[in-house]
Every structure is written in C-alpha cells, then in structure tokens.
C-alpha cells in the first residue's frame, strides 16, 4: 500500500458514510488545499493528491496490487464510500513534498530495481544533483521501504514505513540501504508548478460520477432487499404451510376426518392460510371451526381442541 507522511493532519479517521465527496472537494478546490486524502477501504486504499487545490491526481490499490488510476479510481472510490465501510483522511503538505510524493506513485521510472551493492551511490547521486532531479528515491527490501525526496537535486527529507513524517537525517535509509538484497527505484516527475497544469476536477465531473455511484448502490440496495423479501416470503409460506397440516391433524384427533374439512372450509372464508398472521385472523378462525364443530363432539372437546389450536398457533406465529 501507500508510503506517505502524515504531514498536518485536517481530518483523520472521518467514517467515509459521513462525507459527501464531491462538497468535500469543493471545499478543498476553493480553500487552495495542498496535500493528500487518504481512503482506506477492506483490502483496498485510495489517495488523491492536491496542489493549490487542482486535483493531480488520483489512485487506487488493492491488496493484490491491482492498481487504478484518474476516473477509473475516482469511480471505484465514490462506489466503495457509498458502501459506507472504510475511512477518510486528509493530510496538508508543503507543495515541494506533494510534488515529492506524487512522483513516488506516478513519476517516471528511471531506474527500477537496482541492487544496491552494485550501484556507484556517489555517482548516482551526483548525476541527480547535476540532472536537478524532483522525484524521489525508494530504497527498499522485502520487508522496508524507505523514501528520499528530491527538489532540483537535493534532498527535502526522509521518510521510511512506521515513520509519521519526514525525517532530516538518513539514518533509518542507510540502515535499509544496508540490508542484504535491497534495490532501490529512482522516479521523476515535473514541478509543482507544471504539475498544477493538469486539474481532475475540470477533466472529472465528479457529481455525475457521485450520483451515477449513488444510483448504482441505490440499485443494489433495492435488489438486495426484494431478494431478502421474497427469501421470507418463501419461508413464510413454508411455515404456514407446515401449521396448516400440523392444526388439522390436532382438529383430526378431537372430531375425527371432519376436522381436515373445518380447517379448509374456515382457511377459504378468511383469505386462505395466511390469516395465521394476524390476531383478528386467528380469533376469527377459531370462532368459525367452534360453530363447526357443535355438531361433531361434546362442547367440553371443542373448548380443548380450540385452547390446543390456540397454543399451536402462538408458538409458531406468536398470535
């Protein structure tokens, strides 16, 4: 996932279901904002960088190291927010570190990979003082990385995995650099002022790709809950249909065959089975199959058979 500082912490650990992400942009165009935001969703994590409030860019990584970048990320950001699981958090920097910062997720490769211990370090370093290089160099093993961020050739600071933010010493670089089997990555990137040329925010019309994001989770909200529905109807009516057949076997004990027919004539005065469901339903019921049943058994029979429905139908319908 991303390295970055922290740098001046605005918001952190904001529940992405409380923003509005377009307002949040907004704000930060017209305010002349100049750092970073960071998603962190389930396995995936997204950063959008800004300089003097243009947006410059925008990406998306998951754990798998599947990467998307510009409105492909910014879609899938807007989708993943509206799911409401994951937090945002926005960081200020200086325009000479997101400019530093940009070029470690966007810049160009110039050098990838590259064992240290067979690299002429001085050498190297003196032709990206001379080149005036603005990027950064990534020293890293499989364990730790390791930034050094440079403006026109010189190093701005350091910055290493479990740092909060940039460093003045190279302490902790050189003990990485020093590490069996550690590479180093050197990238480049513009200025900060050519990098301003470039805005998301007028290239993205990110309210269409809020609300297109909203319809979409609106949608799936919506097929979910019919699924959900018709998943308890069904066994709703498996239910009853069950109690159906257990009320007649109890009425069969107490008035014989005729007891099947009374449950099946009342059930087709009242709307069928799902009458069960409702206390107006079972009273009515009952009150039906009691005048049924005067003439098949003794008064005393019927009033055990009716308390005996009765308590079937409680336990499985709590009616």
């Not at 904001?14 to 307002?23: A, D, F, G, R």
């Not at 800004?50 to 990320?73: C, R």
């Not at 364990?143 to 010493?169: N, R, V, W």
Request: proline share 2%.
């Amino acid at each position: 996932m991303f390295l970055l500082p922290k740098g001046n912490p605005l918001y952190e650990n904001i529940p992405v279901s409380k923003v509005n992400l377009p307002e949040m942009l907004d704000k930060l165009n017209f305010g002349g904002f100049t750092g970073y935001l960071r998603f962190t969703f389930a396995g995936t994590q997204g950063v959008l960088f800004f300089e003097s409030g243009k947006l410059i860019s925008a990406m998306l990584e998951k754990n798998d190291g599947s990467k998307l970048t510009a409105i492909e990320a910014m879609a899938d950001v807007c989708a993943m927010m509206l799911a409401g699981i994951g937090t945002v958090d926005v960081f200020r920097l200086s325009k000479d570190l997101t400019m530093c910062l940009h070029a470690s997720l966007h810049g160009e490769m110039l050098y990838k990979g590259q064992e240290i211990k067979l690299v002429d370090m001085k050498a190297l370093l003196d032709k990206m003082k001379n080149d005036k290089l603005n990027g950064c160099l990534r020293i890293y093993t499989d364990e730790h990385t390791a930034l050094i961020l440079y403006k026109d050739g010189a190093p701005l600071g350091f910055f290493h995995d479990g740092s909060q933010d940039i460093e003045t010493t190279a302490g902790e670089s050189q003990k990485i650099a020093g590490l069996p089997g550690a590479k180093l990555d050197i990238l480049s990137t513009k200025t900060a002022e050519e990098l301003m040329n470039y805005n998301l925010l007028e290239v993205v019309n990110i309210s269409k790709l809020w609300e297109s994001a909203q319809g979409k989770h609106q949608a799936e909200q919506d097929r979910s809950r019919r699924e959900n529905e018709e998943r308890d109807h069904k066994l709703v009516v498996a239910k009853l249909v069950e109690l159906e057949d257990d009320l007649k076997e109890i009425a069969t004990a107490y008035v014989g065959k005729m007891g099947r027919t009374l449950i099946e004539k009342e059930f087709a005065l009242l709307g069928g089975r799902q009458c069960l469901m409702s206390k107006d339903g079972v009273t009515k019921l009952l009150s039906g199959l009691e005048k049924g049943a005067k003439l098949l058994t003794s008064s005393s029979k019927i009033q055990e058979m009716l308390k005996s429905l009765d308590s079937e139908i409680s336990s499985r319908t709590g009616n």
